[in-house]
């Protein structure tokens, strides 16, 4: 069983930045693919970034240019590190985790991931 921390939530204005962390234990870290998944208020969870065999990154076009995923193999940490935030990127962001998959398009799914953390909450006002 994997399990998944965040932390690193917070209220920032618009145009911050913030990193979150998440913190991967339980299985190899290696073996998953990892990934950002974000809930904004009234609406249905939505990817974020996602990264495989901790090279490869994937960013949701509204995110592409401005959010870094990244990992620390060494530590099992997951990071996002977000910048020029905007109020709508205002969400509770899960820390996500899967197994690697042939048609990498199945990482912009979030029903793809199995393994969720308990979400931290990040505010942007304006």
């Known amino acids: 069983q994997v399990r998944l921390v965040e932390s690193g939530g917070g209220t920032v204005q618009a145009g911050d930045s913030l990193r979150l962390s998440c913190e991967f234990s339980?299985?190899?870290?290696?073996?998953?693919?990892k990934a950002w998944i974000r809930q904004r208020p009234g609406k249905e969870r939505e990817f974020v970034a996602a990264?495989?065999?901790?090279?490869?990154?994937y960013y949701a076009d509204a995110v592409k240019g401005r959010f870094t995923i990244s990992t620390d193999n060494n530590k099992n940490m997951v990071y996002l590190q977000m910048t020029n935030l905007k109020p709508e990127d205002a969400a509770v962001y899960y820390c996500a985790a899967g197994f690697h998959q042939e048609s990498t398009d199945r990482y912009y799914l979030p029903d793809m991931y199995i393994y969720w953390g308990q979400g931290a909450r990040v505010t942007v006002s304006a």
């Open positions: 990264v495989a065999w901790s090279t490869t990154t």
């Open positions: 339980g299985r190899s870290f290696s073996s998953h693919v």
